[in-house]
Every structure is written in structure tokens, then in C-alpha cells.
């Protein structure tokens, strides 16, 4: 297998799997941004890879040197690859699996790139399928995207249990992040420490003030859309506290099917990696000799409007839900660095998606096409939190 962001937590899980199963797993390739080479080239030690790729050129002196520390005398070092295009380039390697574990829409060129190649893909790039559907599943055949995001994953094995034929609807789980039960107004004052203080999950900044705006459920939901089929109206959210039931699918007979863990991405990386058989002891199990309680909230549609425009962008469908991605992406870091409210991410956002107006859309829909909409939703995201912030400096 080839695993692309192996420095980040998905890649980091994935290797800790991997190197308790090496009669199963063997990894050929790897990838990252290059900000943790010593972490890189560690990796790339223990697992003996071929090439190890990444995204800056700048950081493959450091990059040879880390090797250098870690390889003894004799020992081969792996092939490196540099610059925007190599994770592109081992996703289309020889192996059987890539486990695309990237943060951000950067992941839909070497999405693309495993799926023609014909590899088994391990999605946990959700933003490629988002901003690329069309792309995607125009390439994906039946069975070869294996779905690693925990609600996914769930929703996957749960719906082995019935035909699609009968299925009444899908119930995503939301955790709620660190805001659940506050209202709108309570989180105008809100700073970035607290909304990376998430409950339940230890992930990157990027997706941990996704959590916290519920703007990760909302692209989950498009994910949903788009992996099986199931119209948006079919498809719920509900708040999970707890975050032991990871989605459930809801059959015509009236029955709930429900996938449950403790909160551990090992599970869902575990059946990316190797399904249709499941990898024992990837993940904990629960205890059932002790007393838990499992809570189940409507979502507050006020406090957390994500979902809905995320809705609203997933049947737009073309290049809205690109639009919709990398403004909030922007509008992240704005957050992140002090220079926009919380509240502020998704009334930019929401402004920019209305702005985009009637989206690109149907078979004559390119990877260009994307990277315009994306290029131009992060210039007018930028423009109006610029704006945003002289105006709070003259209050």
C-alpha cells in the first residue's frame, strides 16, 4: 500500500496498524508536506519504503538528511520524490491500496490518480470526493473506494445488512464539538483555543474547527450523497455525545442498524485497509460488564447552519461544494489567526456560496473547472474577512 499524509494523524494511526501487522500490510510509499521530516524519514526507516515524497521542495535537504541519520552504513535509502505533484505521483504507483489520508481539497489530484490507476482507495481525503464527485465517480468502480472517515465506515458496514432498495434513510452522528448546547449568540465571542478543545476527538486544527462549526458534518453529509446514492432529504443528522455510535442506517422494515466502537480512527482506518476482511484487535472494544449512558440530540439548525448550506451546495452539486469547500477553508485560517469571528466562518461563507450563484455543473465538468471556482472562492473569502476586519478596527 501507499499511504499519502503519513505524518498527520490518519498516516500516523495507519503506520501504528500497519507495524502490528506486517504478515498483512506492506508499505511501498509515502507521502507528506514535508513540515515533519525527522517523523518522515523515521517512518520511512521502519517500513523499509521504496520512495517517500514531499509536496515542498524546499524541505528535501532537511528531508536527506533525517534519512541519513536514520539509515546505517549500506542500507538503501528510498527514492524521493518533490513539489505539488508527487503525492500525485506514488497515489498512481505500483501497490494494491493508497490510503489517501491528505488534509484538503490538495487530495483530489492524487484521488483521481489512484482511482485510474485502478488502486483500491482508502478515502479519508473526504474534500476530493466533495469538490470532485463528478470526477470521482465517473473514475470509481463499483467497490473500489473503501470509505475511512468513522461515519462512513460505519455507514458502510451497516448497509451490508439490507439492499439499497431498502433503505429509508441514513443518520449521520455528530459529536457536536465543543460548542453543543450553545446558542448563537454564546458563540460570538468564542477564541480558537476553545474550539480546538474538541470533546471526544484528538485531530488537526483544520478539522477540529470543522467539528467545532459543524461544517465537517455538513461535508459528510455530501460524502453520504455521493458514496451510496441516497438522496439529500434521506439522509439525517442527529448529536451523539458520546461519539460510540459512528452513523446508522434506517430500513424500510422499520429496523435501525447502528456501528458502534469507542472513539478510535484505528477501527475505520482498519476497514479501509483491509476489506472485505477485518484486521482483529485494531481498534478497542467496549466493555458491556460496565454501565454507560448514550445520549442522541437534535441539531440546533440556528447555532450550527452549516449543514443545511452544506445541503443546499451538495444538490447545487458541479463546482458549488468547491466554492463552499475552500471558503470555509479560508475562512478557517482567518479564524485560526485572530482576524474573523467565530460566527463569522460560515456568514462569509454563506455569502461567498450565494455570490458563486448557478455553479458549473453536468458531464462537461473538469478538474479545471474545479480549481477556477476554488481558486476565486478563496480570493473573495479572503476579500470579505479583510473587509470584515477593518470594519471591526474602526468599531
Excluded at 173 to 198: C, I, Q
Excluded at 224 to 234: G, M
Excluded at 354 to 380: F, Q
Aim: hydrophobic share 45%; aromatic share 6%; charged share 20%.
Amino acid at each position: 500500500m501507499v499511504i499519502l499524509g503519513s505524518t498527520g494523524s490518519i498516516g500516523t494511526q495507519a503506520i501504528d496498524l500497519v507495524l502490528r501487522n506486517p504478515d498483512r500490510f506492506r508499505v511501498t510509499a509515502l507521502s507528506a508536506a514535508g513540515g515533519r521530516v525527522a517523523l518522515l524519514a523515521e517512518q520511512a526507516h521502519r517500513l523499509r519504503v521504496r520512495t517517500v515524497a514531499v509536496a515542498r521542495e524546499d524541505a528535501v535537504p532537511a528531508l536527506r538528511e533525517a534519512l541519513a541519520d536514520q539509515y546505517g552504513p549500506g542500507e538503501p535509502l528510498p527514492d524521493i520524490l518533490a513539489g505539488a505533484e508527487a503525492a500525485t505521483q506514488v497515489a498512481a504507483s505500483d501497490c494494491h491500496t493508497v490510503l489517501n489520508g491528505i488534509t484538503g481539497s490538495i487530495g483530489l489530484a492524487p484521488t483521481l490518480a489512484a482511482l485510474e490507476a485502478g488502486r483500491t482507495l482508502a478515502l479519508a481525503n473526504k474534500e476530493s470526493l466533495i469538490v470532485g464527485g463528478p470526477l470521482v465517480k465517473a473514475l470509481a468502480k463499483p467497490g473500489q473506494i473503501i470509505p475511512v472517515d468513522s461515519e462512513h465506515a460505519a455507514l458502510f458496514q451497516a448497509l451490508a445488512s439490507g439492499t439499497r432498495a431498502d433503505v429509508r434513510k441514513l443518520v449521520v452522528t455528530a459529536s457536536g464539538g465543543p460548542f453543543r448546547g450553545r446558542t448563537k449568540a454564546e458563540l460570538a465571542d468564542v477564541a480558537p483555543a476553545d474550539a480546538l478543545a474538541h470533546p471526544t476527538w484528538a485531530m488537526g486544527p483544520v478539522i477540529t474547527i470543522n467539528s467545532a462549526t459543524l461544517v465537517n458534518k455538513g461535508l459528510e453529509v455530501i460524502e453520504a450523497h455521493l458514496l451510496y446514492d441516497i438522496p439529500f432529504e434521506r439522509i439525517e443528522v442527529v448529536v451523539h455525545p458520546q461519539s460510540y455510535v459512528h452513523s446508522m442506517v434506517e430500513f424500510t422494515d422499520g429496523s435501525t442498524i447502528a456501528q458502534a466502537t469507542p472513539p478510535d480512527m484505528r477501527g475505520p482506518i482498519a476497514i479501509g485497509l483491509g476489506w472485505p476482511e477485518r484486521v482483529p484487535d485494531a481498534a478497542p472494544a467496549f466493555d458491556w460488564t460496565k454501565a454507560s449512558n448514550w445520549e442522541f440530540f437534535p441539531l440546533d439548525t440556528d447555532a450550527f447552519p452549516s449543514v443545511g448550506l452544506a445541503r443546499h451546495v451538495g444538490q447545487l452539486a458541479g463546482t458549488a461544494p468547491a466554492v463552499f469547500n475552500a471558503a470555509n477553508e479560508e475562512c478557517v485560517d482567518a479564524f485560526l489567526n485572530g482576524t474573523l469571528p467565530f460566527n463569522g466562518i460560515m456568514e462569509t461563507v454563506t455569502r461567498v456560496v450565494e455570490e458563486h450563484g448557478t455553479p458549473r455543473t453536468g458531464t462537461s465538468l473538469t478538474v479545471t473547472d474545479v480549481l477556477e471556482a476554488e481558486t476565486w472562492a478563496r480570493a473573495r473569502a479572503r476579500e470579505l474577512t479583510a473587509q470584515t476586519t477593518t470594519a471591526e478596527a474602526r468599531a
